[in-house]
């Protein structure tokens, strides 16, 4: 595997184009940081987080950063929480668990863009498996993200 199906159709249907960055296998956004030799503040992850109501979203952050569910959940005036690993396995079936692709439109779900995520030239983002990451352009990445919600609601874990 190298990029997810959905990923794939998502940003060909979106005239995306991006590079495929190889790198060794890794476990967390953090960690394909280091593999891949990329400032981690270039690197976009995905969570997933339900309400009280059940309904699901993606939240997407700087992989050196760590949600503030309270602030998020007061912006938003929703009560959320972390979803359970077995069922984000469900919900990306065509990817290597954990490795999430950050955007919630290719999945049919609701998604938040932290406001850091626009201040690179560049940004990395999961692919779908552990061993690649796809590089595109800030241009791409604001249109791809334009009718989504955005706002801080992240901070730094890693100096």
């Known amino acids: 595997m190298t990029i997810s199906v959905r990923l794939n159709e998502y940003l060909s249907q979106n005239e995306v184009s991006y590079d495929l960055i190889s790198h060794p296998h890794s476990s967390s956004s953090i960690s394909s940081a280091v ?59 065509d990817c290597e668990k954990g490795a999430i692709p950050p955007f919630g439109n290719a999945y049919n779900m609701e998604a938040v863009y932290d406001d850091l995520l626009v201040q690179s030239k560049e940004l990395y983002l999961e692919a779908g498996d552990h061993n690649s990451l796809l590089r595109v ?16 609601f992240s901070h730094q874990t890693i100096h």
């Not at 352009?137 to 801080?152: A, G």
């Open 137 to 152: 352009s800030r241009e791409d990445f604001v249109r791809l993200i334009k009718d989504s919600k955005h706002m801080r």
């Open 35 to 93: 593999a891949a030799n990329i400032p981690p503040a270039q690197i976009a992850k995905a969570v997933i987080l339900e309400d009280h109501e059940g309904r699901k979203m993606m939240a997407v952050l700087l992989a050196d950063h760590k949600i503030s569910l309270g602030s998020l959940g007061e912006k938003l005036n929703r009560d959320l929480h972390l979803i359970d690993e077995k069922s984000v396995y469900k919900m990306f079936e």
